[in-house]
């Protein structure tokens, strides 16, 4: 009897060895991958997030590093560099910085319609007519500036006839304390909401509905020359944040129940309300957009 438990013991013993060294190997053989943030984790990055939470990445033989920049600027630096395998930026955004050199080029779309809007004060602007002789606050130049001409333009309107002012990043709090009448580069999904929570009247003006093309919000970005080396290790990238995106719409409660147990300092109405507010937004597939050279 001692010699039957014995050996049932031994056999026990090789089979956790085998075990944990079938998952030592495994994981040895996940490839590491990085991946910067526009800015900090959000519900915009849903799909990532489901994508790491359900061992998407994993089975896709990925390891993936998610990191969040300390400016919104350096994600297609850092890719440029070769310091991240993947980016996300705005799709604007890129053909400015390919128009600049970097060798950047679109790999996938992770929202494919417009986020940003201008958002004024709801007490003293109903129409885009009524910004004549106002303020407005902005935080980067470039592309915001350039939507809005293409919108005061529909109205009649240009830029001589309103003032910018650069607010640093504190668009929100601009507004709210009335240092200026209006902003650029607020997210209909979550600052306008943030607004709304706090009682604040906002009127908002979305730039597909004057005169702005459609755009893809948020972007893959990735160096053109890894890419090309390495198009096999994106695709399956990609192919796991289809994954996500594919559970988190079917599954989006219980999606923002993990997310929020997992990011404690997120887990608020704010942000719970943008998650949803996001969902239709999110592109349907992930690869849609084929990769372009910036050269050409």
């Given at each position: 009897?001692?010699?039957?438990?014995?050996?049932?013991?031994?056999?026990?013993?090789?089979?956790?060895?085998?075990?944990?060294?079938?998952?030592?190997?495994?994981?040895?053989?996940?490839?590491?991958?990085?991946?910067?943030?526009?800015?900090?984790?959000?519900?915009?990055?849903?799909?990532?997030?489901?994508?790491?939470?359900?061992?998407?990445?994993?089975?896709?033989?990925?390891?993936?590093?998610?990191?969040?920049?300390?400016?919104?600027?350096?994600?297609?630096?850092?890719?440029?560099?070769?310091?991240?395998?993947?980016?996300?930026?705005?799709?604007?955004?890129?053909?400015?910085?390919?128009?600049?050199?970097?060798?950047?080029?679109?790999?996938?779309?992770?929202?494919?319609?417009?986020?940003?809007?201008?958002?004024?004060?709801?007490n003293n602007i109903q129409s885009?007519?009524?910004?004549?002789?106002?303020?407005?606050?902005?935080?980067?130049?470039?592309?915001?500036?350039?939507?809005?001409?293409t919108m005061l333009h529909s109205?009649?309107?240009?830029?001589?006839?309103?003032?910018?002012?650069?607010?640093?990043?504190?668009?929100?709090?601009?507004?709210?304390?009335?240092?200026?009448?209006?902003?650029?580069?607020?997210?209909?999904?979550?600052?306008?909401?943030?607004?709304?929570?706090?009682?604040?009247?906002?009127?908002?003006?979305?730039?597909?509905?004057?005169?702005?093309?459609?755009?893809?919000?948020?972007?893959?970005?990735?160096?053109?020359?890894?890419?090309?080396?390495?198009?096999?290790?994106?695709?399956?990238?990609?192919?796991?944040?289809?994954?996500?995106?594919?559970?988190?719409?079917?599954?989006?409660?219980?999606?923002?129940?993990?997310?929020?147990?997992?990011?404690?300092?997120?887990?608020?109405?704010?942000?719970?309300?943008?998650?949803?507010?996001?969902?239709?937004?999110?592109?349907?597939?992930?690869?849609?957009?084929?990769?372009?050279?910036?050269?050409?």
């Amino acid at each position: 009897m001692n010699k039957i438990l014995f050996s049932i013991k031994i056999l026990i013993l090789l089979t956790s060895c085998l075990f944990l060294s079938h998952v030592s190997f495994a994981s040895e053989k996940l490839q590491p991958f990085t991946l910067i943030l526009d800015w900090f984790a959000n519900p915009d990055h849903a799909p990532i997030f489901v994508a790491d939470q359900q061992g998407f990445f994993t089975k896709e033989g990925l390891s993936v590093k998610i990191i969040a920049p300390a400016n919104p600027s350096d994600p297609q630096k850092m890719v440029a560099a070769n310091q991240a395998d993947v980016g996300i930026t705005y799709e604007p955004q890129l053909l400015l910085d390919q128009k600049q050199g970097l060798p950047l080029v679109q790999i996938g779309t992770l929202v494919d319609s417009p986020l940003g809007c201008l958002v004024a004060s709801g007490n003293n602007i109903q129409s885009l007519k009524d910004l004549k002789n106002k303020t407005i606050g902005y935080s980067v130049s470039g592309v915001d500036i350039l939507h809005l001409n293409t919108m005061l333009h529909s109205v009649g309107l240009s830029e001589k006839d309103v003032t910018l002012i650069n607010v640093n990043y504190d668009l929100t709090q601009a507004l709210m304390t009335h240092k200026v009448d209006a902003v650029l580069g607020l997210m209909r999904n979550f600052e306008v909401i943030q607004m709304q929570l706090a009682g604040f009247p906002v009127k908002v003006f979305y730039p597909e509905n004057y005169g702005v093309k459609k755009y893809a919000e948020l972007i893959f970005v990735a160096n053109i020359n890894h890419y090309n080396q390495n198009k096999v290790l994106y695709n399956k990238f990609l192919q796991a944040v289809q994954m996500g995106n594919h559970y988190l719409q079917q599954h989006p409660e219980q999606s923002w129940e993990r997310f929020s147990k997992n990011h404690p300092e997120l887990n608020n109405e704010l942000n719970k309300r943008s998650w949803f507010a996001t969902l239709p937004y999110f592109a349907k597939n992930t690869a849609a957009i084929p990769p372009k050279n910036p050269n050409t």
